[in-house]
T-cell receptor, first 111, second 114 residues
Framework: GNSVTQMEGPVTLSEEAFLTINCTYTATGYPSLFWYVQYPGEGLQLLLKATKADDKGSNKGFEATYRKETTSFHLEKGSVQVSDSAVYFCALRNNFNKFYFGSGTKLNVKP | EAQVTQNPRYLITVTGKKLTVTCSQN?????MSWYRQDPGLGLRQIYY???????DKGDVPEGYKVSRKEKRNFPLILESPSPNQTSLYFC?????????????FGQGTRLTVV
């Protein structure tokens, strides 16, 4: 079957710290992988995506690499800001167009 | 501006009173879906639609109905709401390109059933 597992939060970091949020997946076929961000009181927004193995998605200083061998898509940022405080969702979309979301990881960044 | 619009944003209702949450997208997307978001459970899919007149159950369809009479609209219907349907609901749409494209989300509807 298809599923996404991401690290439980909350994750609390100081400003300028390095961020990693782990995401692993189980999928049949060749899924596309996504990271979404949800700011308080808002809907989900696409942060980055990768559609095939070894692709690296990047946006706003965040990066994630599609690792087929480890079935992972970990989110990283070299220096977080207070404004990055949000909930982050890892997701996959399979070849039948269905999405599967992880449970979300809340990030708190302290000044 | 490309967007998914849900209405209402907030709704408080009583048990058993039928309600409809509307969802409309202006991007000519084939695929539309509804999710509910509950603390600790992430996003769970309620129903989805591959195109006009084509709908199917997601992971948690009980107590919900949908229809897809037009490509742009995908309303969520609660015929007899119950308190366990109190949740934050999101509508999403996307192109159907072999699963390569992202979903666009609405702003959410916070529903409280008392």
């Amino acid at each position: 079957g298809n599923s996404v597992t991401q690290m439980e939060g909350p994750v609390t970091l100081s400003e300028e710290a390095f961020l990693t949020i782990n995401c692993t997946y189980t999928a049949t076929g060749y899924p596309s992988l996504f990271w979404y961000v949800q700011y308080p009181g808002e809907g989900l927004q696409l942060l980055l995506k990768a559609t095939k193995a070894d692709d690296k998605g990047s946006n706003k200083g965040f990066e994630a690499t599609y690792r087929k061998e480890t079935t992972s898509f970990h989110l990283e940022k070299g220096s977080v800001q207070v404004s990055d405080s949000a909930v982050y969702f890892c997701a996959l979309r399979n070849n039948f167009n269905k999405f599967y979301f992880g449970s979300g990881t809340k990030l708190n960044v302290k000044p | 501006e490309a967007q998914v619009t849900q209405n209402p944003r907030y709704l408080i209702t009583v048990t058993g009173k039928k309600l409809t949450v509307t969802c409309s997208q202006n991007m000519n997307h084939e695929y539309m879906s509804w999710y509910r978001q509950d603390p600790g459970l992430g996003l769970r899919q309620i129903y989805y639609s591959m195109n006009v007149e084509v709908t199917d159950k997601g992971d948690v369809p009980e107590g919900y109905k949908v229809s897809r009479k037009e490509k742009r609209n995908f309303p969520l219907i609660l015929e007899s709401p119950s308190p366990n349907q109190t949740s934050l609901y999101f509508c999403a749409s996307s192109l159907s390109l072999g699963g390569k494209t992202e979903a666009f989300f609405g702003q959410g509807t916070r529903l409280t059933v008392v």
